[in-house]
Structure formats: structure tokens, C-alpha cells
């Protein structure tokens, strides 16, 4: 969809341990995002990059960080995953003044 | 926090019906998306509607946009079961590096 790809599609991994989800696009978009998704809460941006190794901070970052060290990755990284963090991650990216496309999620589940 | 908030959560029609989605908004917005998300799958982008927009068709859709009452419709006229999914209303108000907040969703049900 719209060349966007996320890695790994699911993982399941224990508290306290790293983990990081990858977001590759072939579009050459300036912008990147990273949501996560949960029942009753709709998206809620965690971080988003307006270039390379430029980054901001969304409504929910906190325990999470990301990178970008190229135009066509984005990663999200937990540091230490906690339970708290099971979730849907979806990684969108768009042009200047464009509507976002997204990627097909990554359904996180820490134990 | 969310700044869209749709209503209803959740509708079920019959084939061949119209669905109407309601979006309300806190803060003032220089545009308004609906998205679809079909089950397992990302959002798809559906239509964009400005601040100084009224109205607008893509299609099956009519979207509406009454700034005065921070409240947008989603209309989709002649439901197909393929019109089955959530829709998210997202809205824009500071612009600069194009953040959108995303409301909680309507789930469609449409009935063969």
C-alpha cells in the first residue's frame, strides 16, 4: 500500500525487553509517523520525523524512541517493554500537504 | 486526548441504505480527513474537506462541514457490503508538520 512496509507484522516478546519496529517506504515522503491504536482510544501519534534526524515527540511518547537515519526508514523503538505497550502500531508517511498513507501495523503483544 | 469524536460508535445497516457518521471537533481546524480502516488493515484516506469547505462529493461520499458547530457528516449513499469497516474522522489545527488527531471511529456494519 502505497510502498509502505512494516517489520515485523507481529511479535510477541516478555517485559523488559527491547524491541524495535521498522518502517520502510519507497516514496521519498518527508514525513513519517508512528501511531499506535487501541480500543476505545482511536490513533494516537507516538513520534514523527519531518526529515532525516529531524523527530518530534506526539501525544503518547513516552517509552518510546525513534530514529531516522535515512528518508526511507523509520524506526520506533521500546526500550523496555512493558505490558502497558501491547498494542497495534501503525507507521504512516505523506508528502508536503498530503494525506497520510498507512502501513498494515505491527500487533505487538508483551507478556 | 482526542480531538474528533464520532457518533455513532457503532452502525448497522442494510445493504443498499445510506450511513451517516458524525465527527465533532474541540479546537478550531484548517481541514478535516475521513478515514477507512478495513479489519486488519491500516487507514485508508477517503476524502479532505477545508475550513472553508462546506461541502464535498468523492463518488458515493458527501461530506459535510459546519465549522460554526465544529461538526463534520460522513455520508455514503447506496451502502455495499464492502463498505464494511471503521471510519475515523482526523483533523488539523495547528498545520506545520501536518499532525492530525484521530477521533475513536465509527464501525459500519453494512448487511448483505
Known amino acids: 500500500d502505497a510502498g509502505i512496509t512494516q517489520s515485523p507484522r507481529h511479535k510477541v516478546t516478555e517485559t523488559g525487553t527491547p524491541v524495535t519496529l521498522r518502517c520502510h517506504q519507497t516514496?521519498?515522503?518527508?514525513?513519517m509517523y508512528w501511531y499506535r491504536q487501541d480500543p476505545g482510544h482511536g490513533l494516537r501519534l507516538i513520534h514523527y520525523s519531518y526529515g532525516v534526524k529531524d523527530t518530534d515527540k506526539g501525544e503518547v511518547s513516552d517509552g518510546y524512541s525513534v530514529s531516522r537515519s535515512k528518508t526511507e526508514d523509520f524506526l520506533l523503538t521500546l526500550e523496555s517493554a512493558t505490558s502497558s505497550q501491547t498494542s497495534v502500531y501503525f507507521c504512516?508517511?505523506?508528502?508536503?500537504?498530503?494525506?497520510?498513507?498507512f502501513g498494515d501495523g505491527t500487533r505487538l503483544s508483551i507478556l | 486526548s482526542q480531538q474528533g469524536e464520532e457518533d455513532p460508535q457503532a452502525l448497522s445497516i442494510q445493504e443498499g441504505e445510506n450511513a451517516t457518521m458524525n465527527c465533532s471537533y474541540k479546537?478550531?481546524?484548517?481541514?478535516l480527513q475521513w478515514y477507512r480502516q478495513n479489519s486488519g488493515r491500516g487507514l485508508v484516506h477517503l476524502i479532505l474537506i477545508r475550513s472553508n469547505e462546506r461541502e464535498k462529493h468523492s463518488g458515493r461520499l458527501r461530506v459535510t462541514l459546519d465549522t460554526s458547530k465544529k461538526s463534520s457528516s460522513l455520508l455514503i449513499t447506496a451502502s455495499r457490503a464492502a463498505d464494511t469497516a471503521s471510519y475515523f474522522c482526523a483533523t488539523d489545527s495547528t498545520g506545520g508538520y501536518q499532525k492530525v488527531t484521530f477521533g475513536t471511529g465509527t464501525k459500519l456494519q453494512v448487511i448483505p
Open positions: 504512516a508517511i505523506s508528502g508536503t500537504n498530503q494525506p497520510q498513507h
Open positions: 479546537t478550531s481546524i484548517n481541514n
Open positions: 516514496e521519498n515522503h518527508r514525513y
